[in-house]
T-cell receptor, first 113, second 115 residues
Framework: KQEVTQIPAALSVPEGENLVLNCSFT??????LQWFRQDPGKGLTSLLL?????REQTSGRLNASLDKSSGRSTLYIAASQPGDSATYLC????????????FGQGTRLTINP | NAGVTQTPKFQVLKTGQSMTLQCAQD?????MSWYRQDPGMGLRLIHY???????DQGEVPNGYNVSRSTTEDFPLRLLSAAPSQTSVYFC??????????????FGPGTRLTVL
């Protein structure tokens, strides 16, 4: 059974720092991995999606990497801003067309001005 | 595009009442899903649909019904509400097999309380 873990559960850093969020999964047979952002009381916003054949994806100040063999993904946020404060979730999809995304519990990120 | 929309945003029910959570998308996505989000449990799949007229169960389907008569709409019905169904419900959609990346898009959620 696929399990996804995100550590730490919460992270607080000063504005301007570069930071890394971690996501690990137990079964390396995945189709893709997606990072989401969730603001309090809101839905999930897709940030980046990495296919299993890719090593990384970049969007602006965000960079996500994937190491399938070790069952790990990281989300790198450069030059953090208070507006980056949110909960970040990663989710894996087992195969193309699979409806079930397996989610981690999320990391609650706070950027202090 | 409005993306994925959900109504209502908030709902309070009494035990035993029934109701329907509405979900619609205007992106012509084939795949639609319902998740619930609970503290400490993360997001769990309730039901999903791979196209109009086709639905299937996820990991926590008991107490819920779905139907998909059109590509755009995927309502979730609570048959007889129980306090254990107090949760935040999210609808999601994706392009389906035709979409290589299969990015999932989520609605804003419905916060349901069952007394």
């Amino acid at each position: 059974k696929q399990e996804v873990t995100q550590i730490p559960a919460a992270l607080s850093v000063p504005e301007g720092e570069n930071l890394v969020l971690n996501c690990s999964f137990t079964d390396s047979a995945i189709y893709n991995l997606q990072w989401f952002r969730q603001d309090p009381g809101k839905g999930l916003t897709s940030l980046l999606l990495i296919q299993s054949s890719q090593r990384e994806q970049t969007s602006g100040r965000l960079n996500a990497s994937l190491d399938k063999s070790s069952g790990r993904s990281t989300l790198y946020i450069a030059a953090s801003q208070p507006g980056d404060s949110a909960t970040y979730l990663c989710a894996v999809r087992r195969f193309q067309g699979a409806q079930k995304l397996v989610f981690g519990q999320g990391t609650r990120l706070t950027i202090n001005p | 595009n409005a993306g994925v929309t959900q109504t209502p945003k908030f709902q309070v029910l009494k035990t035993g009442q029934s109701m329907t959570l509405q979900c619609a998308q205007d992106m012509n996505h084939e795949y639609m899903s319902w998740y619930r989000q609970d503290p400490g449990m993360g997001l769990r799949l309730i039901h999903y649909s791979v196209g109009a007229g086709i639905t299937d169960q996820g990991e926590v389907p008991n107490g819920y019904n779905v139907s998909r008569s059109t590509t755009e709409d995927f309502p979730l019905r609570l048959l007889s509400a129980a306090p254990s169904q107090t949760s935040v419900y999210f609808c999601a959609s994706s392009l389906g097999l035709a979409g290589a990346t299969d990015t999932q898009y989520f609605g804003p959620g419905t916060r349901l309380t069952v007394l």
